[in-house]
């Protein structure tokens, strides 16, 4: 499958991402993952990113156009890919339209998953990460939590709360999110590409979005 995730951040693209990778051997392409692992390596993109993403704004287009002209250009894209977290911007979104060309494939469709605000807040506000650059599996205090000694339960590593996840990078977040990543929500319905699914439960997001695709 090739499809882009869009929904706030906490609305469960990176959960969903894994499990459809499981699903089907689509490589998940997190830009958000791209970009802690360069900040956690001190690599030139990392000290550049590191300060917009802690106050919680967008890294600017031009850096991440870069990341993902690269990253889709990687031999494991052909299996397919699931686009978490990207494109983010309106100008992001025409520059996939013209590498995707380049590459010579469609995207299947861009999936919106809508869930309602007090419920994103509180799973920010409870959301732990697996340390592990290679593993980055997502936990949750209330739904899913590491071991009681705080550890992932897939490699062992230490599960810690993201450098983004304060009250006010959290807010800004989202207020980011209305502003500069809704309105592709309406670039993709006129695309023909749009899916929305508003649904709490992880499992039913899949089950629609296996469902569309065999729809295709
Ligand atoms: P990024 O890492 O992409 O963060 P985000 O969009 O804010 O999304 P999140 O990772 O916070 O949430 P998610 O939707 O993946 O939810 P999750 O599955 O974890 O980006 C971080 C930063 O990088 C940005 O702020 C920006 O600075 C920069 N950046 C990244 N991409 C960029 C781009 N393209 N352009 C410019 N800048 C960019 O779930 C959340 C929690 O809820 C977890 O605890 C999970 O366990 C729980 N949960 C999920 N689903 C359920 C469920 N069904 N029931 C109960 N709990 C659930």
């Known amino acids: 499958m ?6 706030a951040p906490g609305a469960g693209k ?3 991402s894994k499990l459809l990778t499981a699903y089907d051997g689509s490589v998940q392409i997190s830009t958000g993952d791209i970009l802690r692992g360069a900040v956690k390596a001190g690599s030139d993109l990392g000290k550049k990113a590191k300060g917009y993403m802690e106050r919680g704004e967008l890294v600017p287009d031009s850096l991440i156009m870069e990341i993902m002209e690269a ?3 990687e031999p494991d894209a052909k299996k397919g890919f699931i686009l978490d977290g ?3 911007t309106i100008p992001q979104a025409e520059d996939l339209k013209k590498l995707l060309v380049k590459l010579a494939v469609n995207l299947d469709v861009a999936i919106d998953i809508e869930v ?3 419920v994103i807040l509180d799973r920010l506000t409870t959301r732990r990460t697996c340390a592990n650059p290679d ?8 739904s899913k939590p590491p071991s009681p000694d705080g550890k992932c339960l897939k490699c ?3 599960v810690v709360q993201r450098a983004d996840e304060t009250e006010e990078a959290i807010t800004q977040r989202l207020e980011t999110y209305n502003e500069k990543t809704a309105p592709l929500i309406g670039y993709y319905r006129k695309e023909g590409l749009l899916k929305t699914i508003s649904s709490l439960s992880s499992d039913e997001i899949v089950r629609q979005i296996i469902k569309t695709m065999n729809q295709k």
């Open 86 to 88: 990207f494109p983010r």
């Open 116 to 118: 309602p605000r007090e």
């Open 156 to 158: 062992g590593s230490p």
């Open 2 to 7: 090739r499809i882009v995730l869009l929904g």
């Open 71 to 73: 990253r889709l250009h």
């Open 135 to 142: 593993c980055q599996e997502i936990y949750n205090v209330k």
């Open 14 to 16: 990176g959960t969903i």
